[in-house]
């Protein structure tokens, strides 16, 4: 019986040898690479071996028309972003043309704005009980109740709501001459910022008679302003000039590449051309913009501009030529040769696609996922197109009296969005709205603690750096509100990632955290030996947070833990350069993948913005960061969703 | 010849006093064992100052030392950075009014000592002194 059993094991094993030794003879090679990842010597002996030339074509052919679908689904996006870009470069233009009255519509606005802000410092004073008014030549005695001088402060409050509005109507179409007219007259006649108080108990103040005297100062000095504004319509025809640098620029346009149906039937190597001379076409394009918008924000010609930016934008060589191969594939290791070549040309398309994205992405401040999805789905859907996607952008960057929400930013991810025409659907995920007048985010005065749920959110990139704050715990004294940055990390890395972002290879860190660790495995230095890491503790005085040790094509760690008094829900807005993920392990040890990007992207502050529920407690957080090229950084910044509960 | 008859005593050892010196010496070691404190101090050389202030020994203080290398001690053992988190979390659930007593090396670069200040804070425990030598 033993006999029996330890042949049968026998027989079993040498099968199952037989099998690994011998693969079957019919398989095909190429795929057995793919599956192993790795050339053994039975498969280079037969990569060796020829094969017949009929069987050599057919391999060809169908590794070239796989490779052509995904490289003309690579141009097919670019010339997307291509259009896009034209588009964004002639609007850029047309505002040069006009610029002239922007500036001067801003510039004649301004002391009426600061005007207005004065007076109503000033009664805001007198509702805090504070005795000193901005004229100083005479005292109120404040021993009335606050609440007889709000009426006028409301008042004005009002108005410098409404002049905000309108300051933000000019910046974004400061052509339109009768909006300009009829807000200032309507304004006049509308307003009522100047009304004594009705109040039975102003009857009885004392100083009556000096209350007036100083509301008609402050009445006088916004009016003298407003006086002065109504005659802007002359002003601007006798100040307009026209800029004539609007030609040169155009043309430009005619260097656009050739991009018709017929072009794109060419091979691999006309269609790497093609992406090529797009990916030139589009950077031109970009730097016009750019040259543009300092030409606008400088007040100089556009060639100015231009010269001024001085781009030596490196052209990428003509490695098409490798594809241009005549060589009639004999044996496997041919086709395996060939194979490599046109993955190497996709890939080499694709980054030129990501880095046209990553332009685009720039010049709109919308997140390349966000891009990247619109164009996805603009495919699939032709009711949603990138230049859609920037009209509901600009629309929500208009503002409204009606409509509370002022603008927005977008988010990542598939979802919907929410819309005031409710057309466009399906791009964005997480993303908030909040009210103007309660976050301050993109009027940028106060914070207050009432955002609502589900809807549209915007941060604004300038006022977030100017009033951030770093921190990591979060009690119900804290006197800190708004926005605040981690400042404080542990850092580990560089690890190698050779360019890829391959978040299946693990490192160490995402075992364990241990701050005594030191791993021999780190990217080769200029010597060529492995770097011994170890984690360093980092703090930033800046929102973007840069890796000590900063090298390309790499993988870093980092680590931090934040303190939570209660369980909190928070607004999180993280960012990266390139592509990250990020954990998040609550008191109770669970471990939650809060964020992952896949794209390599430049850092954009409001990359994705999330709301997150951090629980009670030291919640850990960890970021793998994967940097491709140059510059590598990583952000986190948040905010409460709610005014903390004593 | 008169016979002197010496009434001799048998020649005694009195222990009371020995017994004494012993119990005497006894509680003496007792009373100083009891009392001799725990030396938490390292072998580093401190950072003078004219401005420090004389304090009365603690009796109830963590000590951290921080060596110019950056290897750090935990009440004057050799411990790691990993440890030190562990302990002064566990400290700060406990109540943070304890006192945290650094000892860091002249030559120590500061972004160690930063780092333990960063970790104390972040645990809640605020009561943290720098052990200096008085230039005086």
Redesign the interface.
């Known amino acids: 019986m033993f006999h029996i059993a330890f042949l049968f094991i026998i027989h079993n094993a040498s099968l199952f040898s037989f099998v690994v030794i011998h693969p079957d003879k019919e398989e095909n090679p190429v795929k057995s690479k793919k599956k192993t990842g790795t050339i053994n010597r039975t498969d280079r002996m037969k990569n060796k071996t020829t094969i017949p030339q009929k069987e050599a074509i057919k391999l060809q052919e169908s590794l070239r028309r796989k490779h052509i679908g995904d490289m003309r689904a690579n141009i097919a996006e670019m010339i997307q972003i291509k259009r896009a870009m034209e588009k964004i470069k002639l609007d850029s233009l047309k505002k040069i043309k006009n610029r002239k009255k922007k500036s001067y519509l801003i510039r004649e606005l301004q002391p009426y704005e600061k005007a207005l802000t004065t007076v109503l410092s000033e009664y805001s004073k007198i509702s805090r009980k504070e005795t000193t008014l901005f004229n100083k030549e005479f005292q109120i005695e404040l021993d009335f109740d606050s609440s007889l001088a709000q009426q006028s402060y409301d008042g004005i409050k009002n108005a410098l709501n409404n002049l905000e509005i309108f300051l933000d109507k000019i910046r974004a179409d400061y052509d339109n001459r009768e909006l300009v007219e009829s807000f200032s007259n309507e304004w006049i006649k509308k307003d009522s910022t100047f009304f004594t108080p009705i109040h039975e108990r102003f009857l009885d103040f004392k100083d009556r008679e000096g209350f007036r005297k100083f509301q008609r100062q402050a009445k006088d000095r916004v009016f003298e302003k407003i006086a002065d504004f109504k005659d802007y319509k002359k002003k601007i025809d006798t100040n307009m000039m026209q800029m004539n640098n609007v030609d040169t620029s155009m043309k430009r346009f005619e260097e656009a590449p050739d991009v018709s149906s017929e072009t794109l039937k060419a091979g691999p190597e006309g269609l790497y051309d093609i992406s090529r001379s797009l990916e030139n076409y589009i950077g031109k394009v970009y730097t016009d913009v750019r040259a543009a918008e300092l030409a606008i924000i400088e007040n100089i010609s556009f060639d100015e501009a231009f010269a001024r930016l001085r781009t030596n934008r490196s052209e990428r060589p003509d490695w098409g030529e490798k594809l241009h191969t005549t060589k009639k594939a004999e044996t496997l290791e041919d086709i395996d040769k060939y194979s490599q070549t046109l993955t190497e040309a996709v890939n080499k398309t694709d980054k030129m696609r990501i880095r046209t994205l990553n332009m685009l992405s720039r010049i709109t401040d919308m997140s390349m996922n966000f891009l990247s999805l619109t164009l996805k789905e603009g495919k699939k859907n032709s009711t949603l197109s990138l230049e859609k996607a920037f009209a509901i952008e600009r629309h929500r960057g208009e503002g409204s009296k009606n409509n509370p929400v002022k603008s927005s930013q977008p988010g990542a991810g598939i979802g919907n969005i929410k819309q005031d025409s409710g057309e466009a659907r399906g791009i964005s995920l997480d993303r908030f709205t909040y009210n103007q007048d309660s976050y301050g985010m993109s009027g940028g005065r106060k914070m207050a603690f009432s955002l609502p749920k589900e809807e549209l959110f915007h941060i604004n990139e300038q006022f977030i750096n100017a009033n951030v704050l770093p921190g ?2 979060f009690l119900s004294e804290s006197i800190r509100s708004g926005w605040i940055y981690i400042d ?1 990390w542990y850092v580990i890395g560089p690890w190698e990632n050779s360019g890829a972002i391959d978040y299946k290879n693990l490192h160490p860190p995402e075992q364990e ?4 660790m030191e791993y021999k495995d780190g990217k080769k230095d200029k010597d060529g030996l492995h770097r011994a890491l170890k ?1 360093r ?1 980092m ?1 930033s005085s800046s929102v973007r947070i840069i890796v000590p040790d900063e090298a390309e094509e790499s993988t870093y760690y980092l680590y931090t ?1 934040i ?1 939570f008094e209660r369980d909190t829900e928070m607004v999180t807005a993280f960012a990266s350069d390139d592509a990250a993920r990020v954990w998040i392990t609550y008191p109770s040890g669970r471990k939650l993948l809060v964020w992952e990007d896949n794209l390599r992207s430049s850092w954009k502050m409001n990359e994705i913005i999330k709301k997150i529920l951090f629980r009670k407690g ?1 919640n850990q957080i960890l970021v793998r960061l994967e940097n491709g090229p140059t510059y590598c950084a990583f952000s986190m910044i948040f905010c409460p969703t709610e005014k903390p509960k004593p | 010849m008169s016979r002197i008859v010496l009434d001799e005593e048998e020649a005694d050892v009195t222990i009371s006093p020995l017994i004494d010196c012993v119990f005497l010496l006894l509680i003496f070691f007792l009373v100083s064992t009891m009392f001799k404190k725990e030396n938490k101090d390292i072998d580093i050389e401190l950072p003078e100052s004219a401005t420090s202030i004389k304090v009365l020994p603690l009796s109830d203080f963590t000590a951290i030392g921080i060596k110019s290398e950056g290897q750090l001690f935990l009440d004057g053992k050799p411990s ?3 440890h030190i ?1 562990l302990y002064l ?1 566990r400290l700060g659930l406990n109540g943070s009014e304890r006192t945290i007593r650094l000892d860091v090396d002249k030559e120590t670069p500061f ?1 160690h000592v ?2 333990v200040i ?1 970790i104390c804070r ?1 645990r809640g425990l605020q009561n943290i002194r720098i052990k200096t030598k008085d230039k005086g």
């Open positions: 990591r715990k404080t955290i241990d701050f005594d984690w503790f703090q833990d303190y030291y | 790691s950075k990993t988190h979390s972004h930063v780092e960063d972040f």
